[in-house]
T-cell receptor
Framework: AQSVTQPDIHITVSEGASLELRCNYSYGATPYLFWYVQSPGQGLQLLLKYFSGDTLVQGIKGFEAEFKRSQSSFNLRKPSVHWSDAAEYFCAAAGGNTGKLIFGQGTTLQVKP | EAQVTQNPRYLITVTGKKLTVTCSQNMNHEYMSWYRQDPGLGLRQIYYSMNVEVTDKGDVPEGYKVSRKEKRNFPLILESPSPNQTSLYFC?????????????FGSGTQLSVL
């Protein structure tokens, strides 16, 4: 069955430190991959996406993600975290233009001053 | 202003009492979708619609109905709500794209079924 797994439910980092959020997927073929961010009380906002080509993709707010086919992973990174990055982050996958989008369980990011 | 509007924001109801959560978008998007969000489970897709009069089941469609009679509206209907449908619901729409991934989300509807 198709699935997206985010192994870390909760992560705490200090402001200014680097960040990596993990995402693993299980699909028959390489899916389209996405990262979304949800601030408290809000809907989700797209950070970045991967369809094909360059395996390192840049997104908004200084985030980037690297697709690794051999590890079935699409980890999100940021070199220096800001207090405003505290939010819940969701990895998602879609098997082409089918309309079906599968989300991971989410990772809550807390930023310490 | 481009937006997806859901109503109501909060709803408390009792088991078995039919309810409808409305969703409307003003961006002329063809794709619309409903999700429920539960702690530890992320967002799970309930139903989606690729265009008017075209709807398909997501991962958790049981107990829900939808209709897409007009492009702008995509209501979510719970014919006989049960407590396990207590959740935070999001409607989203998307312009045409490789995978309808540029989702615009509504503000959410917190539903409690007693």
């Amino acid at each position: 069955a198709q699935s997206v797994t985010q192994p870390d439910i909760h992560i705490t980092v200090s402001e200014g430190a680097s960040l990596e959020l993990r995402c693993n997927y299980s699909y028959g073929a390489t899916p389209y991959l996405f990262w979304y961010v949800q601030s408290p009380g809000q809907g989700l906002q797209l950070l970045l996406k991967y369809f094909s080509g360059d395996t390192l993709v840049q997104g908004i707010k200084g985030f980037e993600a690297e697709f690794k086919r051999s590890q079935s992973s699409f980890n999100l990174r940021k070199p220096s975290v800001h207090w405003s990055d505290a939010a819940e982050y969701f990895c998602a996958a879609a098997g082409g233009n089918t309309g079906k989008l599968i989300f991971g369980q989410g990772t809550t990011l807390q930023v310490k001053p | 202003e481009a937006q997806v509007t859901q109503n109501p924001r909060y709803l408390i109801t009792v088991t078995g009492k039919k309810l409808t959560v409305t969703c409307s978008q003003n961006m002329n998007h063809e794709y619309m979708s409903w999700y429920r969000q539960d702690p530890g489970l992320g967002l799970r897709q309930i139903y989606y619609s690729m265009n008017v009069e075209v709807t398909d089941k997501g991962d958790v469609p049981e107990g829900y109905k939808v209709s897409r009679k007009e492009k702008r509206n995509f209501p979510l209907i719970l014919e006989s709500p049960s407590p396990n449908q207590t959740s935070l619901y999001f409607c989203a729409s998307s312009p045409p794209g490789l995978s309808n991934e540029k989702l615009f989300f509504g503000s959410g509807t917190q539903l409690s079924v007693l």
